[in-house]
C-alpha cells in the first residue's frame, strides 16, 4: 500500500494524527508532515490507520492506492 | 432556487417541486427560496431546516439585502471552501456587511495574505503544543467546578461555560488579560446575537478594548505568547509590512473565535450527558472512547453555522450558477449533518467510527484553534464525570439558544 498526502489540501485538521501518532507525524505548523512527499509506501502494521485516516480527512487530502 | 427542475430529475428522487411545497408547508416557512438566518424558524427548529435543505435544496436562496446563497452539502462545501481562488474570503465572512463594521482577520484574508499570517500563528496551536496546555486546562475545569460544586447546581454556561474557554486560550495561549474577558465576551457576544443595527458599535468596543492592550503590549519586552507574533507583524510576499489595522484585526478574529464558540459545544455536550446516563456511565469506563466522543459532540453541536465568500467568477455548484460578485455562505452546520457522509446524522453516538464534519471549516481557513477546542472539551467532560458523575437537567428548565451565522446557548441549568 502506498499513501499520498496532497500538499495543497492538507489544512491541519490533524484527525490522522489521532488516528495513528506512530504514522502520521505532523510539521511544527500541525499540519501532515508527509504532504507534498508524493506516493509513500505504508508499512503492513499501519494500514488499518491509513484507511481510516483516509475515510476520516475532512479536506479527502489522503489518498491511497494499493 | 434555479435548481428546481434538475433536481427533479435526478434518480430516485419524486417530484421536489411537490416535496418542497409540502415541505415549506410543514415548516411554515419557505427556508429554500427565501431563507433568512436570522429568522426566529431557523433559532428554533435548526437542524429540521437545515435536514429539509440537505434533502431538497443543495443550494438555498435568500433575499435578504442583497441576497445569497446557502451551499449545505458537505462536498459542496469542502469544494468550494477549498477553491479559495473562486470563492474569496476578502469580502467579509457576513453577507449584507453593515457600513462601518470593522475587519477581523485572517478570516476575512484570502491567501497570501492569510498564510503569511497563518505561518507565524499556527505553531502557537499545534496539536503537540496543545496536548502540553491540558494540565493547566484541567486544573482551570476543577477550579470552576469547586465554585458551585457544594450547592448542588449550576448556570453551566455563565458558571462555566463562557469561562474555561476564555482562561484556556487566554493564559496558555493568546496572552490577553483574564480582565478583559468578561467585557470581551460581552461586545462581542452583543456583536454577533445581538439588535442588528447595534451590531457595529458592540464590536467597534470590543476593538477599542484590544487596541488599549496591544498599545501597552508594544512598550513591554516580549513574552513569547500570540500577542507578541501578532504584535511583530509579517511581510507580504508584495513587499509590504502588516499594519496595524492588520494586527488589530487578527487580535479581534483569535478573541472572537476563542470564546465565541466552544461555550456552545460545552454546553450542548454537558446537556446531553445530563440526559444521557448511558453516555455518562460508558465515558467512565472506556476512557478511551473520549477522542472520538469529542469528535462526535463537535460534529453534532457545530457553533459555527455558516461562513461567507464572495464569488469571483460565474460557476456551477451542485447545478446552480453562482455568478461573479454573488455572496455565498457556507452552512458548515449542514456539511456536519449531511447523511451522504454521516450515517444516520441525527443520532449522537459517541462510539462512531468515522467522524466525518466540516464544523472546523474545510480549506485554508480551517479553525486555526481546533486543537484547543478539543482540548477544552476533553478536559471539561474528563475532570466533569470525575466531580459530579451524576447530573441532569434542573426540572422545569430547558435549554435556550441564539442562531445568527453562529449559534449560541443561552443557559443550561444543571443539579446534581
Same mark, same amino acid.
Request: charged share 30%.
Given at each position: 500500500?502506498?499513501?499520498?498526502?496532497?500538499?495543497?489540501?492538507?489544512?491541519?485538521?490533524?484527525?490522522?494524527?489521532?488516528?495513528?501518532?506512530?504514522?502520521?507525524?505532523?510539521? @511544527?505548523? @500541525?499540519? !501532515?508532515?508527509?504532504?507534498?512527499?508524493?506516493?509513500?509506501?505504508?508499512?503492513?502494521?499501519?494500514?488499518?490507520?491509513?484507511?481510516?485516516?483516509?475515510? !476520516?480527512?475532512?479536506?479527502?487530502?489522503?489518498?491511497?492506492?494499493? | 432556487? +434555479?435548481?428546481?427542475?434538475?433536481?427533479?430529475?435526478?434518480?430516485?428522487?419524486?417530484?421536489?417541486?411537490?416535496?418542497?411545497?409540502?415541505?415549506i408547508e410543514k415548516l411554515g416557512h419557505d427556508v429554500f427560496n427565501d431563507f433568512?438566518?436570522?429568522?426566529?424558524?431557523?433559532?428554533?427548529?435548526?437542524?429540521?431546516?437545515?435536514?429539509?435543505?440537505?434533502?431538497?435544496?443543495?443550494?438555498?436562496?435568500?433575499?435578504?439585502?442583497?441576497?445569497?446563497?446557502?451551499?449545505? +452539502?458537505?462536498?459542496?462545501?469542502?469544494?468550494?471552501? #477549498?477553491?479559495? /481562488?473562486?470563492?474569496?474570503?476578502?469580502?467579509?465572512?457576513?453577507?449584507?456587511?453593515?457600513?462601518?463594521?470593522?475587519?477581523?482577520?485572517?478570516?476575512?484574508?484570502? &491567501?497570501?495574505?492569510?498564510?503569511?499570517?497563518?505561518?507565524?500563528?499556527?505553531?502557537?496551536?499545534?496539536?503537540?503544543?496543545?496536548?502540553?496546555?491540558?494540565?493547566?486546562?484541567?486544573?482551570? *475545569?476543577?477550579?470552576?467546578?469547586?465554585?458551585?460544586?457544594?450547592?448542588?447546581?449550576?448556570?453551566?454556561?455563565?458558571?462555566?461555560?463562557?469561562?474555561?474557554?476564555?482562561?484556556?486560550?487566554?493564559?496558555?495561549? $493568546?496572552?490577553?488579560?483574564?480582565?478583559? %474577558?468578561?467585557?470581551?465576551?460581552?461586545?462581542?457576544?452583543?456583536?454577533?446575537?445581538?439588535?442588528?443595527?447595534?451590531? *457595529?458599535? #458592540?464590536?467597534?468596543?470590543?476593538?477599542? %478594548? %484590544?487596541?488599549?492592550?496591544?498599545?501597552?503590549?508594544?512598550?513591554?519586552?516580549?513574552?513569547?505568547?500570540?500577542?507578541?507574533?501578532? $504584535?511583530?507583524?509579517?511581510?507580504?510576499?508584495?513587499?509590504?509590512?502588516?499594519?496595524?489595522?492588520?494586527?488589530?484585526?487578527?487580535?479581534?478574529? %483569535?478573541?472572537?473565535?476563542?470564546?465565541?464558540?466552544?461555550?456552545?459545544?460545552?454546553?450542548?455536550? $454537558?446537556?446531553? $450527558?445530563?440526559?444521557?446516563? /448511558?453516555?455518562r456511565q460508558d465515558l467512565i469506563d472506556n476512557p478511551e472512547m473520549m477522542p472520538?466522543?469529542?469528535?462526535?459532540?463537535?460534529?453534532?453541536?457545530?457553533?459555527?453555522?455558516?461562513?461567507?465568500?464572495?464569488?469571483?467568477?460565474d460557476t456551477e455548484v451542485a447545478g446552480t450558477l453562482i455568478k461573479e460578485g454573488?455572496?455565498?455562505?457556507?452552512?458548515?452546520?449542514?456539511?456536519?449533518?449531511? &447523511?451522504?457522509?454521516?450515517? =444516520?446524522?441525527?443520532?449522537?453516538?459517541?462510539?462512531?467510527?468515522?467522524?466525518?464534519?466540516?464544523?472546523?471549516?474545510?480549506?485554508?481557513?480551517?479553525?486555526?484553534?481546533? =486543537?484547543?477546542?478539543?482540548?477544552?472539551?476533553?478536559?471539561?467532560?474528563?475532570?466533569?464525570?470525575?466531580?459530579?458523575?451524576?447530573?441532569? *437537567?434542573?426540572?422545569?428548565?430547558?435549554?435556550?439558544?441564539?442562531?445568527?451565522?453562529?449559534?449560541?446557548?443561552?443557559?443550561?441549568?444543571?443539579?446534581?
Amino acid at each position: 500500500m502506498k499513501l499520498k498526502v496532497d500538499g495543497e489540501l492538507c489544512s491541519g485538521h490533524a484527525r490522522c494524527w489521532t488516528i495513528s501518532r506512530k504514522f502520521f507525524l505532523l510539521d @511544527g505548523d @500541525g499540519y !501532515n508532515a508527509m504532504r507534498g512527499h508524493g506516493y509513500l509506501e505504508v508499512p503492513a502494521e499501519f494500514e488499518e490507520a491509513a484507511r481510516k485516516a483516509e475515510a !476520516n480527512c475532512p479536506e479527502k487530502a489522503i489518498e491511497i492506492v494499493d | 432556487m +434555479r435548481n428546481m427542475d434538475k433536481e427533479a430529475e435526478q434518480p430516485g428522487g419524486r417530484d421536489s417541486k411537490e416535496e418542497i411545497a409540502a415541505s415549506i408547508e410543514k415548516l411554515g416557512h419557505d427556508v429554500f427560496n427565501d431563507f433568512d438566518f436570522n429568522h426566529p424558524i431557523f433559532n428554533e427548529r435548526i437542524n429540521d431546516v437545515l435536514d429539509e435543505q440537505l434533502r431538497l435544496c443543495p443550494v438555498a436562496r435568500s433575499n435578504v439585502g442583497t441576497g445569497y446563497w446557502w451551499i449545505t +452539502r458537505n462536498e459542496d462545501i469542502r469544494r468550494v471552501g #477549498q477553491d479559495w /481562488k473562486t470563492f474569496s474570503s476578502a469580502e467579509g465572512y457576513q453577507p449584507n456587511r453593515q457600513e462601518g463594521m470593522p475587519w477581523i482577520y485572517p478570516v476575512e484574508m484570502d &491567501p497570501p495574505y492569510q498564510t503569511a499570517w497563518r505561518r507565524v500563528l499556527n505553531p502557537h496551536l499545534a496539536p503537540a503544543v496543545v496536548e502540553s496546555f491540558m494540565p493547566n486546562i484541567r486544573a482551570d *475545569v476543577n477550579e470552576l467546578i469547586d465554585r458551585f460544586i457544594d450547592k448542588g447546581e449550576c448556570e453551566f454556561i455563565s458558571e462555566f461555560g463562557v469561562i474555561l474557554p476564555g482562561w484556556a486560550f487566554f493564559k496558555n495561549s $493568546l496572552g490577553l488579560p483574564l480582565d478583559l %474577558l468578561d467585557d470581551l465576551v460581552a461586545t462581542m457576544e452583543a456583536s454577533l446575537f445581538g439588535p442588528i443595527d447595534e451590531r *457595529v458599535d #458592540q464590536l467597534k468596543r470590543a476593538f477599542d %478594548l %484590544l487596541d488599549d492592550y496591544l498599545r501597552t503590549r508594544e512598550k513591554e519586552p516580549p513574552r513569547g505568547d500570540m500577542i507578541d507574533t501578532i $504584535l511583530k507583524g509579517v511581510a507580504y510576499p508584495d513587499g509590504t509590512e502588516a499594519s496595524w489595522e492588520h494586527k488589530l484585526g487578527i487580535t479581534a478574529d %483569535l478573541t472572537v473565535g476563542g470564546i465565541g464558540t466552544t461555550t456552545y459545544v460545552l454546553g450542548s455536550a $454537558l446537556h446531553y $450527558l445530563a440526559e444521557h446516563p /448511558k453516555a455518562r456511565q460508558d465515558l467512565i469506563d472506556n476512557p478511551e472512547m473520549m477522542p472520538t466522543a469529542v469528535e462526535e459532540f463537535i460534529r453534532a453541536f457545530p457553533p459555527v453555522i455558516g461562513l461567507g465568500r464572495v464569488c469571483r467568477r460565474d460557476t456551477e455548484v451542485a447545478g446552480t450558477l453562482i455568478k461573479e460578485g454573488d455572496f455565498t455562505l457556507l452552512a458548515y452546520g449542514a456539511a456536519s449533518r449531511d &447523511p451522504r457522509v454521516v450515517d =444516520n446524522p441525527d443520532e449522537i453516538d459517541l462510539g462512531r467510527q468515522d467522524v466525518v464534519h466540516a464544523t472546523f471549516g474545510v480549506g485554508p481557513h480551517r479553525c486555526i484553534g481546533s =486543537n484547543m477546542a478539543r482540548a477544552e472539551i476533553q478536559c471539561t467532560i474528563e475532570e466533569w464525570l470525575k466531580r459530579i458523575p451524576d447530573f441532569s *437537567v434542573k426540572p422545569g428548565t430547558k435549554p435556550n439558544y441564539e442562531t445568527s451565522q453562529l449559534r449560541q446557548m443561552v443557559d443550561l441549568h444543571l443539579v446534581w
